[in-house]
């Protein structure tokens, strides 16, 4: 089956821009995750989709972030305007039950925020 | 709340000897753990997984976990290490509400 796909791969944009990445999940994988990887830490959730519903966004940095998935199938991160800690691998994963199950990661697009 | 701790940021072994990455989790409940291997330029992709029975569990590339409540670990190991296994390896732990909360990794670097 074909992987989680991500857009672009790589991004420099100047702060105060704005930057959108793009995620189309494994066919059928009901839920979505963006996660956050700043260079020597570990993923942080961004925000959880279940379909087209959000189930968690308490991690997201709404005054400056956003999200949607609306047909409950591609999703849309947005960030405006950028900052510089914004700099960091933004990772889409997607999952047919749910994290119990485990999830398949997207290959990531590297944001560098100057 | 839940957390992951991986208390080692950096590991160096040699080619053919063996590994293990420690893990520690707080969880209120029966955890559901995980192992992922993330390689340069890479998403991170699924070792291995517990959720309930044997607290031994078998993962690809021959990496095995040993869960074990009483010490709230969750340790990867490999017998003999490959220059390919050179990576960054992240435990994970799971609840019931579909969340997930990785550690800050540990990176592997093996040496011929």
């Known amino acids: 089956e074909a992987g989680v796909a991500q857009s672009p791969r790589y991004k420099i944009i100047e702060k105060r821009q704005s930057v959108a990445f793009w995620c189309n999940p494994i066919?059928?994988?009901?839920?979505l995750y963006w996660y956050q990887q700043i260079l020597g830490q570990g993923p942080k959730l961004l925000i959880q989709?279940?379909?087209?519903?959000?189930?968690?966004d308490s991690q997201l940095p709404k005054d400056r972030f956003s999200a949607e998935r609306l047909k409950g199938v591609d999703s849309t991160l947005k960030i405006q305007p950028a900052k510089l800690e914004d700099s960091a691998v933004y990772l889409c994963?997607?999952?047919?039950?749910?994290?119990?199950?485990?999830?398949?990661f997207g290959s990531g697009t590297r944001l560098t925020v100057v | 709340a839940q957390s992951v701790t991986q208390p080692d940021i950096h590991i160096t072994v040699s080619e053919g000897a063996s590994l293990e990455l420690r893990c520690n989790y707080s969880?209120?409940?029966?955890?559901?753990l995980f192992w992922y291997v993330q390689s340069p330029g890479q998403g991170l992709q699924l070792l291995l997984k517990?959720?309930?029975?044997?607290?031994l569990v078998q993962g690809i590339k021959g990496f095995e976990a040993e869960f074990k409540r009483s010490q709230s670990s969750f340790n990867l190991r490999k017998p003999s290490v490959h220059w390919s296994d050179a990576a960054e390896y992240f435990c994970?732990?799971?609840?019931?509400?579909?969340?997930?909360?990785f550690g800050t990794g540990t990176s592997l670097t093996v040496i011929p």
């Open positions: 994963a997607s999952s047919l039950q749910g994290a119990l199950y485990g999830y398949t």
């Open positions: 066919s059928g994988h009901a839920t």
């Open positions: 989709f279940q379909n087209n519903g959000v189930v968690d």
């Open positions: 969880y209120g409940a029966t955890p559901y």
């Open positions: 517990y959720f309930s029975g044997d607290t």
């Open positions: 994970a732990v799971g609840s019931t509400g579909n969340q997930f909360y």
